[in-house]
């Protein structure tokens, strides 16, 4: 059977939610995570990981994974609050 051609987008898309997957999967495995961030009623985690030396973390209590990084805490949670702000525009 032959296959259609994806746009670059459809692919990038596709795996930018993989990867998300991957680390919120790998932020709920964590023990140590802490519910650091607080803002417009969401929580946000936040974990190191060593091996590629970036800060990881999620909005805790909804459904989606979504996830975002960052090199520093104030990197991740300005990061964090664009997320709360896209996931409440939806």
Request: hydrophobic share 30%.
């Amino acid at each position: 059977e032959k296959m259609g051609a994806v746009s670059m987008e459809t692919v990038m898309k596709e795996l930018d939610e993989e990867e998300d997957k991957r680390m919120a999967g790998l932020i709920e495995s964590r023990k140590d995570k802490k519910r650091v961030f607080y803002y417009k009623g969401f929580y946000g985690s936040l974990v190191p990981d060593v091996e590629s030396d970036r800060l990881l973390g999620k909005i805790e209590g909804v459904e989606e994974d979504i996830v975002y990084q960052g090199k520093t805490v104030k990197e991740c949670e300005q990061r964090f609050r664009e997320a709360v702000s896209r996931y409440k525009k939806d």
